[in-house]
């Protein structure tokens, strides 16, 4: 899987706004997360974790959806649309994958998880531009 994430255009986009991007990471522990992105004053990271995705389709869904969060953390940390947007339009299971997270991230979460649903890469690029570099 790791030569198809070579090839991602929202992967070469996240690094090209100076953020790190790996494959694998301490915390990618078997049956562990998908990915994640972590922004600090010592790290600005995303990170896939080949080996814990089912299938190619969950693979870039988690791109997406890490890519996102970079474009939030370009947005001032802040989500896109409002919450309100997400309370009419994600789906019952768009929700149900934000649960275990705590209550202050699932406006992050909710948006970064219907992104991934509902967005190309493409799509997704032309968010980083536009959040990250106009």
Same mark, same amino acid.
């Given at each position: ?22 494959? !694998? ?59 309100? !947007? !997400? ?48």
């Amino acid at each position: 899987m790791i030569e198809l994430l070579q090839l991602s255009q929202v992967l070469d986009a996240v690094r090209s706004t100076g953020t790190e991007v790996r494959y !694998y990471d301490e915390e990618c522990k078997p049956g562990g997360v998908a990915g994640y992105y972590r922004l600090n004053s010592n790290v600005d990271r995303l990170v896939i974790c080949p080996d814990n995705q089912r299938n190619h389709s969950d693979l870039f869904d988690t791109v997406r959806h890490e890519a996102i969060h970079v474009v939030q953390a370009c947005n001032q940390g802040k989500p896109i649309l409002a919450y309100d !947007y !997400y309370v009419t339009n994600a789906s019952r299971e768009t929700w149900s994958k934000i649960e275990g997270y705590p209550e202050e991230h699932h406006h992050h979460e909710i948006e970064a998880f219907h992104a991934a649903e509902h967005l190309n890469e493409k799509q997704v690029i032309d968010l980083i531009n536009k959040f990250c570099f106009e």
